[in-house]
């Protein structure tokens, strides 16, 4: 038989899927499963972006331009524009979700071999799209006992060496919900001037960020325009994730070129996707306002629970809707699937993301969990009373 490839072998499992089958195995087993493993909002989606699927009327659901429609770019860089990211629809190439935005970065950015450097813990799927890409992550570690804010500049000035290209940033960051502040900001701008580096933004939480702190961008800092590549999505900012549709945006013309032929190369994002992104741009600000309070709710029934578990610590987060929480466990892989094999509360128990997948050091995050608080609030509450109750009966638990 033929033997599949090296990438093939190494290209890392989800570690937000891969306890799947034991999540089924316990549905149909009778158990109700809380489902706090993935960032799949239960917040629907905005009326307008439905009606314009409703609505749609043509008679040929025909290819669109690589780069996305122009009346989808326009509308795009509307929105941007109102955040004062001063760009063009010409800076702007629609791709199929904020994966490929990134996996098009990497691959126009980055020939094999190179570096990038990511804080970690970070979004499980960079080291598959680095693996896809022939990159090399170089993890910088940050720690839960400051709430996961950015290592000081010193440690990433000590990984860079001639192969570094970039440094990549998701902000407000997944999986911790960290909000990186003006100043870490601008430390990072410093940085990858100083070293003629990409600075790559993973925007995807834009949206939610709490208790009115600022959300920054490098498209908001002056100097760094070649430097900068945003990979943004409307999956979380409009609960629409299954619609596939995210955007690159950078004012590097070469950089531009280069993704147009990978986004030519896969002929083109989806028409209507492109019709209900196009919508999504006129969704009333009063619907983000509602979401944000929701959100904001959520959080605090979530970190409260949390914090009140004996042995449990859970850093408050500035944005985004996710937490990595510390456990008195032996180890998150087991413990998460402890709870869906072996346990249950009320014949219910709860999923999980372990955080050792988040983490590119080998070690890291071994008693750490990922939970995203996309459930109402009163399932939310019933969620960490079995959790407790799971914690207290595990056998692995760390005294």
């Known amino acids: 038989m033929p033997n599949i490839s090296q ?60 780069e996305g429609t122009l009346s989808y770019r ?23 979700g904020g994966s490929e935005a990134i996996t098009i970065a990497m691959m126009a950015c980055f020939d094999p071999g190179d570096e990038v450097i990511i804080p970690e813990p970070f ?37 860079i060496t001639p192969k570094t290209k970039a440094i990549i940033i998701c902000n407000p960051n997944n999986p911790t919900g960290y909000l990186y502040s003006k100043e870490e900001m601008l430390a990072l701008k410093e940085l990858a001037l100083a070293h003629d580096l990409y600075l790559f933004s993973d925007e995807a939480y834009r949206e939610f960020c ?37 955007c690159l945006i950078t004012k590097n013309k070469e950089v531009l070129k280069a993704a147009l032929k990978f986004a030519q190369a896969r002929l083109s994002p989806g028409m209507v996707e492109q019709i209900a992104g196009e ?14 309070k929701e959100y904001t709710h959520r959080r605090d029934v979530l970190v ?36 869906l094999e072996s346990f249950s509360h009320n014949n219910a128990t709860v999923m999980m993301a372990p955080a050792t997948g988040f983490y590119s050091t080998p070690g890291a995050g071994t008693n750490e969990v990922r939970m995203a608080y996309v459930l109402n609030s009163t399932d939310l509450e019933a969620a960490m009373t079995c959790l407790e109750e799971g914690l207290k009966a595990y056998p692995g638990r760390a005294i």
């Not at 919508?279 to 944000?292: G, S």
């Open 74 to 96: 326009k509308k795009l860089a509307e929105y941007y524009n109102k955040l004062n990211y001063n760009i063009t629809p010409e800076n702007i190439i629609v791709t199929t």
């Open 210 to 246: 709490y208790d009115g702190r600022e959300f920054i961008s490098p498209m908001h800092m002056d100097g760094i325009d070649d430097n900068v590549i945003v990979m943004d999505t409307v999956s979380k900012r409009y609960s629409a994730c299954g619609a596939r549709l995210g």
């Open 123 to 159: 979004y499980a799927n960079y080291n598959g799209f680095a693996c896809q890409s022939d990159v090399v992550v170089k993890p910088i570690l940050s720690t839960i006992d400051n709430g996961f804010a950015l290592p000081p500049i010193a440690e990433f000035e000590k990984l």
């Open 7 to 66: 990438k093939g072998v190494h290209m890392p499992a989800s570690p937000i899927r891969k306890l799947t089958p034991f999540a089924d195995q316990a549905k149909q087993a009778g158990k109700k499963v809380y489902h706090l493993n993935i960032g799949q909002p239960d917040i629907e989606t905005p009326e307008g972006m439905l009606n314009a699927v409703k609505n749609i009327d043509f008679k040929v659901w025909a290819y669109t331009a690589s």
């Open 279 to 292: 919508a999504a741009v006129d969704t009333p600000d009063a619907y983000f306002e509602t979401v944000n």
């Open 304 to 339: 409260n629970a949390l914090n009140k578990m004996e042995g449990v610590f859970c850093p408050n987060p500035g944005g985004a809707f996710y937490v990595v929480a510390k456990f008195p466990i032996d180890n998150a892989d087991k413990f998460c699937q402890w709870m």
